[in-house]
């Protein structure tokens, strides 16, 4: 197992999404979250051959997928218009479906986005996250994958309570969480007591640093996230998944492996050794 894992964001606009696989093999990483963007991994632009093209250049290098995220600026699963819903639900159910084909045991989602000024009613939002929930998860599970909802500050359910009590309320047990530490510390919550509370769901972690006045996902040292406190918290919940890395960066390799240099001497446990 490698000490993290990577997500693609910062390359989803300058390598497709092999390209970007075997450069970040190349300095050092084997597991990945990848990212869906047009031009870089796009159901849209990729056919049943495409598809399969990918899934090989993966395991003919050992590397593996440990989700599929996007984007969510041109999403919402909570959008007043039905339009809008449908319309990301059909987005959505094409990730749900290249998850399975590639392998990928997890899909990263966002709840879904309230107007700023003048939000629905939580129980309108709720209603529509969970109808999404209805469709989204029995094609999950048919394609061997699973739903991880994310905590995210421009959400409805920006934070660790309030996303696990409607996910309490929806009951599906098979619907994961996605856990990341910027959000949470931008939110201003305690970051051990949200991963303790988010635990009997947690699937992955990301990381990035942020401060709490402008909402970042920059390098590790450039915001006031609090690193050297989050092993001992993942360790008392029993976490052993490779956190991702999730730095959004235009200079993308160095910033990248410097935050994996500081998180290690944060830290973090190294690279298992090889089996």
């Known amino acids: 197992m490698t000490a993290f894992a990577c997500n693609t964001y910062s390359y989803m606009r300058s390598h497709g999404a092999a390209d970007c696989l075997a450069h970040l093999a190349d300095l050092g990483f084997r597991e990945f979250e990848l990212m869906m963007h047009p031009g870089h991994a796009w159901p849209n632009e990729m056919d049943a051959a495409a598809r399969a093209a990918l899934a090989r250049a993966i395991a003919s290098r050992g590397l593996r997928l440990v989700s599929l995220n996007m984007p969510n600026i041109d999403l919402n699963l909570a959008g007043a218009s039905r339009e809008m819903r449908d319309y990301t639900l059909g987005l959505l ?84 969480v996605t856990f990341d530490v910027a959000n949470s510390h931008f939110i201003g919550e305690d970051i051990g007591a949200a991963l303790a509370r988010c635990a009997p769901r947690l699937e992955i972690v990301h990381l990035s640093d942020t401060n709490q006045q402008v909402y970042r996902h920059d390098p590790v040292g450039l915001g006031t996230v609090p690193f050297a406190a989050i092993p001992a918290a993942l360790a008392a919940v029993g976490h052993r998944e490779p956190p991702v890395l999730e730095v959004i960066s235009r200079e993308a390799d160095r910033d990248i492996l410097a935050s994996r240099e500081r998180l290690l001497a944060a830290g973090f446990a190294p690279a298992s050794p090889a089996r």
């Open 93 to 176: 159910t094409g990730f749900v479906e290249i998850a399975g084909e590639l392998g990928a045991p997890g899909v990263v989602v966002v709840p879904g986005k309230p107007n700023p000024l003048f939000p629905a009613e939580a129980e309108e939002l709720t209603g529509h996250f969970f109808r999404a929930l209805d469709r989204l998860g029995p094609l999950a599970a048919r394609g061997g994958t699973a739903l991880w909802i994310e905590n995210v500050p421009f959400s409805f359910l920006p934070g660790v309570p309030a996303l696990m009590d409607a996910l309490a309320r929806y009951g599906d047990d098979r619907i994961g």
